[in-house]
């Protein structure tokens, strides 16, 4: 299935959907084996975030490059009760990517096995500040912000 893109005008903090996408992800069945681009704990929960390019992801997945995807950067969070270690595996989690020139893309992660995740279009060298927004089963609303650089 096609992924879906959920166009937003509305600014993050207003337009959180609270609904979780019911995805096909099979196949999907990867840990994110890259390096941690950032960590964060956030109000109790350990917040870890992966980039990749498409093509590390799709590798990791044991998948082809889809054809003509613009998409270039496959992000990933996961989260954990930062006291237990425990995953926290649901939840409805919002990314939004504010890119070199200021643009933004928003897009809700799916959640995938343990993670959540999403694919973002940054094809520019440059840093690109990533804003993740995300609810938890404890109905607590968090957020984490990082910024990423493309060389
Ligand atoms: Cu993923």
């Known amino acids: 299935m096609r992924k879906m893109i959920i166009v937003t005008t ?6 959180f959907p609270l609904t979780v996408l019911a995805m096909d992800h099979s ?7 890259a390096a941690a681009a950032h960590e964060e704990v956030v109000d109790g929960v350990k917040a870890t975030f992966t980039v990749q390019t498409m093509a ?3 590798k990791g997945m044991k998948m082809d490059m889809p054809k003509g995807m613009k998409e270039t950067h496959h992000v990933s969070v996961a989260f954990k009760d930062a006291k237990t270690g425990k995953a926290l595996p ?8 504010q890119n070199p020139d200021k643009s933004t893309q928003t897009k809700e992660l799916m959640g995938m096995q343990g993670h959540f995740g999403a694919d973002f279009e940054l094809s520019k060298k440059g840093k690109y500040g990533i804003m993740c927004k995300f609810l938890l089963k404890d109905g607590k609303t968090r957020q984490a912000k990082f910024w990423y650089a493309v060389k």
């Open 90 to 97: 649901e939840g409805a989690v919002t990314v939004k990517v």
């Open 56 to 58: 590390d992801a799709m």
């Open 27 to 33: 196949g999907h069945s990867m840990d994110h084996k």
């Open 10 to 15: 509305a600014v993050l903090a207003l337009s």
